[in-house]
């Protein structure tokens, strides 16, 4: 659902026809969908179209159609997301019930046919380009349509893709971090100890860090960074507590108060019976930052065997914690991260698994709320041009509230979500 400035009427008909999961659904083959009339995958390239044709499909495009450009991974390594991505699509297009879209879709796993795919894109006329997914995939598409004035939002979160044609539509890790950082400085956290990985995404993260430490002077962070390949993950959780000094702190003062032998000194070695180092860590939170969700269980299971207790010491992440798997984890109680709107999603992954009947991608959603959008402005608007996506208010869709900036970016503002016994708990 969409909302706009003074366009109440049009806001109305959109949530009707998106508010999908207030309504029984029946079982759907994809098919015998209206989407699929409305597809076209670009599996044979045409390389001389009759000129008949092409200017018969010129006029049906102006007389009627709006056509979108899907860039997805179908074959390959990636082919699951895009498939995710392609169905969820599909369903968001029949949810509309609008016949006026139509998909062009470009298989980005056949990377040898990418140029010739455009180029047919370009012969039919597309007016708006989704995808790709991956960044190395964007940029070969800028350099492809860089002369073009089309509008391309592609699946990606990595703002260095963006540009005043390129619009990077996940959430990206700039506005998590503003989100984590800024919750946490309000409730009174300002010594971090930050996780992350030894590569270019480690360094942004500690960049972006830095320059909210720069506006906020009380605050600091620590960073500690891991190798890509075959991580130790007990060496780094050494290294987060310190675990080798404050050990040896412990040894000293135990020796020390042995040699005393007085009255205090054995009630003091009484209560450091039971501990494995000495003195306070000099962080009073943990953000691991990490690129999978396997190696972010193996740090929280390991950390805590290091004197990084969950009690003391606040755990917090990124969007890559909001699996219901780490409800499982004891010690992650009370943690919080930030996300899009894990509530609206999970509404629409149970409507997309009764069709599917599979999980859709985490990515599946993004694509959702792009077809219920780009529907939305083409009843309104027909053509969808830069300068009406730049929309001051911005649009609110089933992942929260976004807005596309002329730079490229499309700001986001993340959800804080903590941790709880059986559910995540919404704190904004």
Same mark, same amino acid.
């Given at each position: 659902?969409?909302?706009?400035?003074?366009?109440?009427?049009?806001?109305?008909?959109?949530?009707?026809?998106?508010?999908?999961?207030?309504?029984?659904?029946?079982?759907?083959?994809?098919?015998?969908?209206?989407?699929?009339?409305?597809?076209?995958?670009?599996?044979?390239?045409?390389?001389?179209?009759?000129?008949?044709?092409?200017?018969?499909?010129?006029?049906?495009?102006?007389?009627?159609?709006?056509?979108?450009?899907?860039?997805?991974?179908?074959?390959?390594?990636?082919?699951?997301?895009?498939?995710?991505?392609?169905?969820?699509?599909?369903?968001?297009?029949?949810?509309?019930?609008?016949?006026?879209?139509?998909?062009?879709?470009?298989?980005?796993? *056949? &990377?040898? %046919?990418?140029?010739?795919? +455009?180029?047919? =894109?370009?012969?039919?006329?597309?007016?708006?380009? $989704? !995808?790709?997914?991956?960044?190395?995939?964007?940029?070969?598409?800028?350099?492809?349509?860089?002369?073009?004035?089309?509008?391309?939002?592609?699946?990606?979160?990595?703002?260095?893709?963006?540009?005043?044609?390129?619009?990077?539509?996940?959430?990206?890790?700039?506005?998590?971090?503003?989100?984590?950082?800024?919750?946490?400085?309000?409730?009174?956290?300002?010594?971090?100890?930050?996780?992350?990985?030894?590569?270019?995404?480690?360094?942004?993260?500690?960049?972006?860090?830095?320059?909210?430490?720069?506006?906020?002077?009380?605050?600091?962070?620590?960073?500690?960074?891991?190798?890509?390949?075959?991580?130790?993950?007990?060496?780094?959780?050494?290294?987060?507590?310190?675990?080798?000094?404050?050990?040896?702190?412990?040894?000293?003062?135990?020796?020390?108060? *042995? &040699?005393? %032998?007085?009255?205090?000194? +054995?009630?003091? =070695?009484?209560?450091?019976?039971?501990?494995?180092? $000495? !003195?306070?860590?000099?962080?009073?939170?943990?953000?691991?930052?990490?690129?999978?969700?396997?190696?972010?269980?193996?740090?929280?299971?390991?950390?805590?065997?290091?004197?990084?207790?969950?009690?003391?010491?606040?755990?917090?992440?990124?969007?890559?914690?909001?699996?219901?798997?780490?409800?499982?984890?004891?010690?992650?109680?009370?943690?919080?991260?930030?996300?899009?709107?894990?509530?609206?999603?999970?509404?629409?992954?149970?409507?997309?698994?009764?069709?599917?009947?599979?999980?859709?991608?985490?990515?599946?959603?993004?694509?959702?709320?792009?077809?219920?959008?780009?529907?939305?402005?083409?009843?309104?608007?027909?053509?969808?041009?830069?300068?009406?996506?730049?929309?001051?208010?911005?649009?609110?869709?089933?992942?929260?509230?976004?807005?596309?900036?002329?730079?490229?970016?499309?700001?986001?503002?993340?959800?804080?979500?903590?941790?709880?016994?059986?559910?995540?708990?919404?704190?904004?």
């Amino acid at each position: 659902m969409f909302y706009f400035k003074d366009k109440f009427i049009i806001f109305l008909a959109f949530c009707l026809s998106l508010l999908f999961y207030s309504c029984e659904t029946t079982q759907l083959d994809p098919k015998a969908t209206l989407t699929y009339n409305q597809t076209q995958l670009l599996e044979t390239i045409v390389e001389d179209e009759d000129p008949i044709t092409k200017e018969n499909n010129l006029i049906e495009k102006k007389d009627k159609f709006f056509r979108i450009g899907l860039l997805l991974p179908l074959s390959g390594e990636f082919y699951q997301i895009g498939k995710s991505l392609l169905d969820s699509s599909q369903l968001a297009l029949e949810r509309t019930g609008n016949q006026n879209l139509k998909f062009y879709i470009v298989d980005t796993g *056949k &990377e040898d %046919q990418l140029f010739k795919n +455009l180029a047919y =894109l370009m012969s039919n006329d597309v007016d708006l380009i $989704l !995808g790709p997914v991956f960044s190395n995939t964007v940029l070969r598409v800028k350099e492809y349509l860089d002369n073009q004035s089309i509008p391309i939002i592609t699946f990606s979160n990595n703002s260095e893709v963006s540009d005043r044609n390129v619009y990077v539509f996940g959430l990206t890790i700039e506005d998590e971090l503003n989100s984590i950082y800024e919750y946490s400085v309000d409730r009174g956290i300002n010594k971090f100890a930050v996780i992350i990985p030894e590569n270019k995404y480690g360094n942004k993260v500690k960049d972006e860090i830095e320059k909210f430490h720069n506006v906020n002077n009380n605050s600091s962070s620590q960073f500690i960074f891991y190798p890509t390949e075959n991580p130790d993950y007990y060496k780094i959780a050494r290294e987060v507590s310190n675990y080798d000094e404050r050990k040896l702190q412990l040894d000293n003062r135990v020796r020390l108060l *042995k &040699e005393l %032998q007085s009255e205090s000194s +054995l009630k003091e =070695l009484k209560l450091l019976k039971n501990k494995d180092t $000495l !003195g306070e860590l000099d962080f009073e939170a943990i953000i691991i930052i990490a690129r999978s969700f396997s190696e972010l269980t193996n740090f929280i299971s390991i950390l805590p065997y290091y004197d990084v207790d969950p009690k003391n010491v606040k755990f917090i992440g990124n969007s890559i914690w909001g699996k219901e798997l780490i409800l499982k984890e004891p010690s992650m109680k009370n943690s919080y991260f930030s996300s899009l709107d894990l509530n609206a999603r999970k509404k629409f992954e149970e409507e997309y698994k009764k069709i599917y009947t599979n999980n859709p991608h985490s990515l599946a959603a993004l694509a959702y709320d792009l077809v219920g959008l780009i529907n939305s402005l083409n009843i309104e608007h027909k053509r969808i041009t830069k300068e009406i996506l730049h929309s001051n208010l911005g649009y609110v869709g089933i992942n929260g509230w976004f807005r596309f900036d002329e730079s490229g970016k499309v700001e986001r503002k993340p959800i804080i979500f903590h941790v709880g016994s059986e559910k995540f708990i919404n704190k904004n």
